[in-house]
């Protein structure tokens, strides 16, 4: 039997992530052959998972992530299946791993086929599957480019958003994490009326139109009325007409404003609540 030395555990479990018992038993396992200790582990992380394919993984880590240019940005979800390990500082920390990589591709397949050190981001779960005895995986992918992008992610990593500005200007940098903040905060449904969808508004018109019924009003005033509660609507739901969280005197657009000639061009949300 070939003597395994604690610097040898200490190593795999460095490049692995797995326990210490765990690491020992897989290097005696291997004969003290480092390569095949780590196949053993990833074939261990591969039972877990396919113990564990059919359970709720609702919990996790949302990170937001913009390159050094400031013109791509993605949102990723590593979820698994409680709170408590969501908030075990490695698993945020391999969250965050993940998201630095996830942000150099345009599509969630390209990503978890992408390497993360000598195997792929797929293989990558799997181990970690093994590892912390819970089904691990990716959940969204949200990925944006353009001019200017600003990200935020909300304390205790259950939501992060990020923000395109049409322009990258001085101010733009404070302007786009405000503005992240902002769909972080008031969960917009869409960006301004245009983008809100027809069957949204047909909706709401019919809900307005009923709430004035009850009230009595007269049949030929309802939809006079009912557009000026569907202004209202978008004024609350729509990103840009929102009144900006940190000055109630403007909405997000004038604020965004302040900077130059910029506007809001687009965002994303993504929460784990």
Known sequence: ????????????RKSTGAGMMDCKNALV??????????EILRKKGQKVAANRADRDSSEGAVIAKVNESNNEGVIISLNCETDFVAKNDDFV?????????????????????????????????????????????IGAFEKVSGEFIGSYIHAGNKIASLAVLTAKVDGA??????????????NPI???EKSVDATVIEKEIEIAKDQLRQEGKPEAMLDNIAKGKIKRFFKDNTLINQTFIKDSKLTVD???????????ADYKRVALV
Do not use: P
């Open 93 to 137: 920390a391999l969250a965050k791993d993940f998201a630095n990589i996830a942000v150099r591709f345009n599509t969630k397949e390209d990503f978890l086929n992408a390497d993360f050190n000598g195997m792929t981001v797929a293989e990558k779960l799997i181990e970690q599957t093994g590892v912390i005895g819970e089904k691990l995986e």
């Open 173 to 186: 940098a404070v302007v786009a994490k405000d503005v992240s903040m902002q769909v972080a905060a008031m």
């Open 190 to 192: 869409a960006l301004n």
């Open 29 to 38: 396992e291997a004969e003290g052959d480092f390569e095949k200790a780590i």
């Open 254 to 264: 004038q604020y965004v404003k302040t900077i130059g000639d910029v506007s809001v």
């Open 1 to 12: 039997m070939a003597k395994i030395t604690a610097a040898e555990v200490n190593q795999l």
